[in-house]
């Protein structure tokens, strides 16, 4: 029960991904960029880190075909935009890819430019493996970069890992809270 109704309100959430190109793009562009930026600047602070980190952000946006603000809610989500974070699992930098994730999707781990495309192509690649999956096929293209896609596969969907299925939860009201921004 528990499952099915947080999985409706997380399709509600992702299906807003389609709102993405609902004003003139200009306009839309720019308020991304502003919502992305001020979140960032909030977790770590202003300046020009929050610029390079935005602007990266958008370059694995376009390089990658995914949503910005998705790539926003996801990095905010592993490490907060910390591009020197090192997980205990030994995952590296803003989108915490594991060493054979980065080698998989071709880029240095340790470069941060590179770590930020590398999680959007790993990104963009689970969404692409779970885009025929249904109405939650965003939801489990997220609930892949925590857990791996094997996971998804295995369990059919979200799998009863709490730290998957509080991930999936924390991306999504992250990405509706930079909406809002955009929309603001």
Known sequence: MY???????????FLSLTIFCVKTK????????????????????????????????????????VDPILISA????????????VSKAGAIGAMQL??????GVGVDINNPLENIL????YLAYQLRRFQNWGEYAVTYAVAAYNAGP???????GVPPYRE????????ANFYQNLLNLCYS
């Open 118 to 121: 590398g999680g959007a192509i």
């Open 98 to 103: 594991m060493p054979e994730t980065a080698i």
């Open 3 to 13: 499952k099915k109704r947080y999985l409706k309100i997380l399709a509600i959430l």
């Open 74 to 85: 996801v990095m905010r989500a592993e490490s907060r935009f910390n591009i020197n974070a």
């Open 164 to 171: 998957t299925q509080d991930y999936v939860v924390t991306v």
């Open 26 to 65: 200009d306009v839309y562009a720019m308020e991304v960029r502003d919502a992305i930026y001020s979140t960032v600047a909030t977790d770590i602070g202003a300046g020009e880190m929050a610029i390079w980190i935005t602007d990266a952000i958008l370059y694995a946006s376009s390089y990658s075909g």
């Open 150 to 156: 094997n996971a998804i596969i295995s369990y059919q």
